[in-house]
């Protein structure tokens, strides 16, 4: 099962653009790359999800390298309300590769006024 | 809002007690998930169910157990209670028909005394 590997936390100011790298050396050739946004005791919200290049929503970009190892969640012009926990996740979606795959703890990401 | 609900929000019980939570998936979803969140860590699998059927688990003892309805609804349970069992249990539906992301319910936050 693909680890991944995150910073714990990171801070950033208002209106300025986030980037939050996800490494995952041991990919798997049929996993994809998803990533996840939780808000206290709620539950984890999907933000995007990609397999290779570059991924774009109306919400953020993922960036994915051509050897897959790591991936960048972009997140354009943070307000307060971006202040939550960033989860990557790697694993083939409802396939048998998927059902052990943990979260981690995740990137802490606190907007800053 | 995911269409995913949980129920209870909260519950107090006692060490060696039994406690039954429910989950209501996301129309068109076949798929639940259940995962544990303990304070300041990331979700962590338990168990998957797919057309009424375990369909993989995580390193969790027998004494959590599920069960998964004709209507995709589900059930967790718990038998035995530990203090270590206090924590947030999401579940999330998903279906598998494509490489559909998983939909998360706000969960519910269980203390054992």
């Known amino acids: 099962l693909a680890k991944t590997t995150q910073p714990i936390s990171m801070d950033s100011y208002e209106g300025q653009e986030v980037n939050i790298t996800c490494s995952h050396n041991n990919i798997a050739t049929n996993d994809y790359i998803t990533w996840y946004q939780q808000f206290p005791s709620q539950g984890p919200r999907f933000i995007i999800q990609?397999?290779?290049t570059k991924v774009t929503n109306e919400v953020a970009s993922l960036f994915i390298p051509a050897d897959r190892k790591s991936s960048t969640l972009s997140l354009p012009r943070v307000s307060l309300s971006d202040t939550a926990v960033y989860y990557c996740l790697v694993g083939a979606l409802n396939s048998g590769g998927y059902q052990k795959v943990t979260f981690g703890t995740g990137t802490k990401l606190q907007v800053i006024p | 809002e995911t269409g995913v609900t949980q129920s209870p929000t909260h519950l107090i019980k006692t060490r060696g007690q039994q406690v039954t939570l429910r989950c209501s998936s996301q129309s068109g979803h076949n798929t639940v998930s259940w995962y544990q969140q303990a304070l300041g860590q990331g979700p962590q699998f338990i168990f998957q169910?797919?057309?009424?059927?375990?369909?993989g688990r995580g390193n969790f003892p027998p004494r959590f157990s599920g069960l998964q309805f004709p209507n995709y609804s589900s059930e967790l349970n718990v038998n035995a209670l530990e203090l270590d069992d206090s924590a947030l249990y999401l579940c999330?539906?998903?279906?598998?028909?494509?490489?559909?992301?998983?939909?998360f319910g706000p969960g519910t936050r269980l203390l054992v005394l």
């Open positions: 999330a539906s998903s279906t598998r028909d494509t490489q559909e992301t998983q939909y």
């Open positions: 169910y797919y057309r009424e059927e375990e369909n």
């Open positions: 990609g397999y290779k």
